[in-house]
Structures are given as C-alpha cells and as structure tokens.
C-alpha cells in the first residue's frame, strides 16, 4: 500500500537510517533504523528506559525542545527530510497523543477539538468546524456519550473518556501520523478497547506508531512491532510472527509477562 508523501507516493511513510540518540551525553538510542509502512500501526516495545517515548518525540521534532538532546542520523517523513519541514508543519501531519489524558480543562469538549482545528485552518467556516468535531468524536466512539454536553468542560469525563478525547482532538487535525505514546496505561479495560477498536478502524486512514508495554494489546492491534534494547532494535518483524517464535531473550521476557 502506498500514500501520499510530501513530495512523491511513498511505501514508507517514516524511514530512519542510523539514528543516534543522545540526551546529556548519554546514548539513548545508537544507530537505529526503521521503515514504517503507510497504512499500518508499529509497536514500540522494549523495557523500561529503552527509549521508546524518545524515539517518538524524534518523529515530530519535539526533541529539539530539549537542550540536551542531540540528533543525527536520516530521518525522512512522507518522503522528505524531517529537516526540510517547518517544525509546526510537521507537527500537523506527525500528532503526538500521550499517556497522560491532557484535554484543555477551561474549554467546552467542543472547543478542545475545535480550536487546535481552527488554528491550524484545517476548518475554515463554522459547518465545516461542527462536521469535523462529530467526525472526530465519532471516530473514537465518544460522541453518543458527550453529544448532550459538548458546551461543558471535560472536567466531569473519565480518564478513558479524557484520553478519547485527546485522540479526537488530535484527529481533528487530519494527520497523517499519529503517535501514541502508551495512550492506555491508566485506562480502565472498556475504554481500552474502545481505543483499541478506533485505531484498528483508523489505519485505513492514517499510520499509527503505538508505544505499548503490553504484549496482548500489541498482539491485538500491532501489526508490526520494533523491540528496542540497549539503545538498538534487538528484533523486528510482524506481530504475529515475532510473538509466536521469538528470537531474542528480551522479547521471551516481554512476552513472558503475559503469556
């Protein structure tokens, strides 16, 4: 499958070619190399402090904001530089969501879709604003449950709720990446699979990096996963394949955890 790149048809919508890592001088992540598929969810797994959350933030330049964080190697996303795109521009199309519910506490649930919308003209006229934020509520299973209060705070929703919406909110800019950085780790299990089916649903649209520390949830959606160790990728390969015959001893571990 193919889509659309920033300047060509891409197969592979993010590519690294020795990606080196360093955050205060320590290596976190030595020459890794990845080619994300379109159209596809890739699972990030690997222990605690393998660099999974760092290796995302590489993706859409958030680790520029760190002033200890030193980057080299190839990056290209949608067929381009990661360096040739305008770092706000790239951040429309490469959408972070992470673990922690983080919706707007002062807005309506109305607005905490509609404003990042409207900032980034991705909705120009009222019509089309109201069309995206059922569009997008919808697509993560929430609109039936805050269609009679989209005018109030999110403040009375749930945690699963609160992180439903931070994914619709980041929808809401029409990406063509979305990150997630364990985005169920303090979910409850209905709003996990609620999550869970919304982002089987979603890759027909978008490609989804999904940093996860649970096997079975990779298992139920992943269908490629990337084992990071020691600062490399100790194993690769489709989800299925890798689970049922792991190779390395830290993906034995992994998986030992719930199997």
Same mark, same amino acid.
């Given at each position: ?45 690997? $222990? ?104 109030? $705070? ?106």
């Amino acid at each position: 499958m193919v889509c659309e790149g920033g300047e060509e048809i891409v197969s592979h919508i993010v590519e690294t070619r020795d990606l080196t890592i360093r955050l205060g001088g320590k290596t976190i992540l030595n020459k890794v190399n990845i080619s994300i598929r379109c159209n596809t969810i890739s699972v990030i797994m690997g $222990p605690s402090g393998s660099g999974k959350s760092t290796l995302l933030r590489v993706f859409n330049r958030l680790i520029e904001l760190n002033p200890e964080a030193e980057v080299s190697g190839e990056i290209t996303i949608m067929g381009k530089d990661i360096y040739e795109w305008n770092p706000y521009e790239l951040r429309r199309h490469v959408v972070l969501v992470q673990q922690e519910p983080t919706p707007f506490p002062n807005l309506s649930i109305f607005e905490n879709i509609a404003l990042p919308a409207r900032l980034n003209k991705v909705a120009r006229s009222r019509e089309e604003l109201e069309k995206l934020v059922r569009w997008s509520l919808e697509k993560v299973m929430l609109w039936d449950e805050v269609k009679d209060r989209l005018w109030k $705070p999110p403040t009375s929703l749930s945690g699963g709720q609160k992180q439903r919406l931070c994914i619709a909110r980041a929808l809401a800019l029409r990406p063509n990446i979305l990150l997630l950085d364990e985005p169920t780790a303090n979910i409850d299990p209905v709003n996990t699979l609620k999550i869970e089916e919304s982002l089987k649903e979603l890759k027909n649209d978008i490609t989804m990096i999904l940093v996860t520390h649970m096997p079975h949830q990779a298992a139920r959606i992943g269908d490629y996963v990337y084992v990071l160790y020691n600062g490399g990728i100790v194993e690769e390969g489709p989800v299925n394949d890798v689970f049922i015959h792991p190779r390395h001893e830290v993906t034995i571990k992994l998986l030992e955890r719930v199997f």
